[in-house]
């Protein structure tokens, strides 16, 4: 079984998924404005949801922190800019192949 985790880099705005400690994916992702910024630390994976509606895209998976996740979009040009209220965005196909490699449970490390 695979010990997958997730390191969200803020500075290059990407997310790896690492398995062990080895890059197995990385995909670009939009952040938080500088008024909603993404909260750093360690979180982990706590829900998962296909087509949560309304600007979340494809699949919601919520974080260990109330109101924060890591989504798709509805607007994928948003991508690489600090645009959201502090969630993670993704490509609609990046989540949606994340999302069926990473179960609930699985570690979430943001760092600036």
């Known amino acids: ?3 997958y985790r997730i390191i969200i880099d803020l500075s290059d705005r990407m997310l790896y998924l690492l398995d062990d400690n ?9 952040i938080g404005r500088m008024v909603t910024q993404t909260p ?3 979180f982990t994976i706590v ?8 600007p979340f895209g494809a699949f919601w998976m ?5 109101h924060y996740g890591i989504h798709g979009t509805n607007d994928p040009s948003s991508i690489g800019h600090l645009v959201s209220h ?6 609609n196909e990046d989540v949606l192949a994340l999302s069926r ?6 570690r979430v490390t943001i760092r600036p």
Do not use: D, F
């Not at 080895?22 to 939009?30: A, K, L, M």
């Not at 502090?86 to 490509?91: E, F, P, V």
């Open 62 to 66: 919520g974080l260990s922190k109330p």
């Open 47 to 54: 829900n998962k949801q296909a087509w949560p509606g309304g």
């Open 1 to 3: 079984m695979p010990a």
């Open 40 to 42: 750093i630390g360690e």
């Open 101 to 106: 490699l990473v179960p609930v449970g699985t």
């Open 22 to 30: 080895t890059v197995i994916h990385s995909y670009p992702v939009g």
């Open 86 to 91: 502090g969630c993670i965005r993704m490509y």
